[in-house]
């Protein structure tokens, strides 16, 4: 089995614009190694959400090629692919995207009901608990802090154990001392479970923390 987790090759992605189309990203050769933890890094604009998003199946490349887990992400229906992530994803993003008439224990458990797990809220109890919000679990979001419902969204993220995370300025809406304590529980659970970890980030002390560090600019990897 190859050690690569992600593969894109000749990757672009281009989007309508008001003033015509515009190219995104114009020609990405990247690939990811198993259990490596690499920082996305880039002005405003340069590409880097959307990027991630490409290898989340969550926008679909103009041209070029993903591969996720050695299946190519752009082939799938898009069934398939929520399947596929659902299976092997977990993403978490700057907002939080918790459903807000679900309780916090209900949100974390839902990735494994989905998938028709018969143990999906004692496993969701479980990594709540590892979280160190196992007494918030019968609350809403709106009744928790913002580090609160990030945690929440972290321990959605890992309860099915996948093989790829994904996250994208997942501290860009807390404080600084809630956000470097959030990315302390992120790399914990990234260490504890052995996932391929690709965050964004505009904080450079974030990205040193990973394994590798990619730019880029304009839409093209700049280092």
Known sequence: M??????????????????GPVEVLRGIDLSVMRGESMGLIGPSGSGKSSLLMLMGGLERATAGQVLALGQDLGAMSEDALARFRRANMGIV????????????????????????????????AQELDAMGLGA??????????????????LARAFVARPAILLADEPTGNLDGATGAAIMDQLFALRDRHGAT???????????ARCDRVV????GLIAS
């Open 136 to 153: 918030r679990g019968g609350h809403y979001p709106s009744q928790l802090s913002g580090g609160e419902q990030q945690r929440v969204a």
């Open 215 to 218: 730019r880029l600019a304009d």
């Open 197 to 207: 970890l690709v965050l964004v980030t505009h904080a450079p002390e974030l990205a």
């Open 2 to 19: 190859t050690d690569r987790i992600l593969a894109l090759s000749g990757v672009r992605l281009t989007l309508a614009g008001n003033a």
């Open 93 to 124: 993003f700057q907002s939080f995207h918790l459903i807000p008439t679900l309780t916090a224990l209900e949100n974390v458990a839902l990735p494994l009901e989905l998938a028709g797990a018969p143990d999906a809220m004692a496993r969701a």
